[in-house]
C-alpha cells in the first residue's frame, strides 16, 4: 500500500473509503493509492461506491486469465508487435513525472491487422502495450511520491484519408479508444496527434464525437508546420524519436519502424476448402 506527500488529506480519505469496497477484489500489485487516485479523478461525477463497481469489474478483468498483473513481467511476442511497434522513449522533461510514448498511427498497418487478426487479438496484444505503460507509471510513483502520466505523442506521418480509415476510426479502433477509457483511467495526461494532414480537420469532426469525454478533453492539436517545435512543451528532445530529423531537428530517441502486414496473411486470401459434399446433392439427415 503507497503512502505519499503528493496525495491530499481528502484524496487519501476518499482512497481509504473506495479501497475498503473493492478490497475483496483488489490484487497486492495494483493496490496503490495512485491507481485507486486514477479511478476518483476519471469519475470524479460519480459517487465512490459506484466508482467501486466500475473499478470492480477492471479488477475482475485483472484476475482473469489474461493475469494482468504480471503481463508487464512478459515478453512482447504477440505476432501483432512487430506491426505495432513498441513506444515509450522515456521522460518528458517538459512535464513533471510524465512519461512519453510514441504511437505510429501513420505507420501501422491498423487495416491490415483487423484483416489478419480478430478483434480480441488485437485485444491480446495492446493490452500488453497499456500494462507496461501502468508499470512504467507505478515505478515513477514508487520512486518519486507523486502521480505519474503518459504523454501520448500520435504520429500520423503517412495517413492517408480513405473509407478504411474511416470504418475503422468509427468501429474498431473507436471500440479500442473506449476500452483503454474504461480499464486505463487517467493513465493519459495528454493525447498529441503530430504532422497533421490536410484532412485532419475533417476527420476529427467525425472522430470527436465518438470519443469518450475525458480522452476528448485531452486532445493538444499542434500545427501542421511548426510541430517540431511546439512539441517542445510537452517533452525535451531526449524522448522523442530519430525519425523525425531532419536539417534543423535532431531528436535521438528510437523507435522501430512498424511491418505492414502481407495480404497473402488477410482472412480474404486464405484459400478455405469448403467440403465437396456441400454440393454433391448428398443428403446427410
Avoid at 158 to 185: A, I, P
Avoid at 232 to 248: M, R
Avoid at 249 to 276: I, M
Amino acid at each position: 500500500m503507497t503512502i505519499s506527500n503528493g496525495i491530499t488529506p481528502d484524496e487519501k480519505n476518499r482512497i481509504a473509503e473506495l479501497r475498503k469496497l473493492v478490497r475483496d477484489d483488489l490484487t497486492e500489485y495494483y493496490d496503490t493509492d495512485f491507481n485507486l487516485l486514477r479511478w476518483l479523478q476519471g469519475h470524479s461525477q460519480l459517487s465512490i461506491p459506484e466508482v467501486a463497481r466500475k473499478l470492480r469489474h477492471h479488477l475482475k478483468a485483472r484476475k482473469s486469465t489474461w493475469d494482468l498483473d504480471n503481463m508487464h513481467k512478459k515478453e512482447r511476442t504477440h505476432p501483432i508487435h512487430n506491426h505495432w511497434r513498441y513506444g515509450i522513449t522515456g521522460l518528458s522533461g517538459a512535464l513533471e513525472n510524465v512519461i512519453v510514448n510514441i504511437e505510429q498511427c501513420g505507420k501501422t498497418d491498423y487495416s491490415g491487422m483487423m484483416e489478419c487478426f480478430s478483434i480480441a487479438d488485437v485485444m491480446r496484444a495492446r493490452i500488453y502495450d497499456l500494462e507496461e505503460m501502468l508499470a512504467k507509471c507505478m515505478e515513477l510513483e514508487k520512486k518519486t511520491g507523486k502521480q505519474a502520466w503518459i504523454l501520448y505523442v500520435m504520429d500520423v506521418t503517412g495517413l492517408e484519408y480513405n473509407k478504411k480509415l474511416y470504418d475503422m476510426v468509427t468501429g474498431s479502433m473507436k471500440s479500442l479508444s473506449e476500452f483503454m477509457s474504461d480499464h486505463y483511467v487517467e493513465m493519459i495526461k495528454f493525447f498529441v496527434p503530430v504532422n497533421l494532414p490536410s484532412f485532419a480537420v475533417a476527420l476529427w469532426t467525425v472522430v470527436r464525437p465518438l470519443l469518450p469525454e475525458r480522452t476528448k478533453n485531452k486532445v493538444r492539436i499542434l500545427s501542421s508546420s511548426n510541430w517540431k517545435d511546439e512539441i517542445l512543451q510537452f517533452s525535451n528532445v531526449d524522448a522523442l524519436p530519430d525519425i523525425w530529423n531532419d536539417e534543423t531537428h535532431t531528436f535521438p530517441a528510437h523507435v522501430d519502424t512498424p511491418q505492414p502486414f502481407s495480404k497473402e496473411w488477410y482472412y480474404s486470401n486464405r484459400g478455405l476448402k469448403v467440403c465437396s459434399e456441400l454440393f454433391s446433392g448428398v443428403s446427410y439427415r
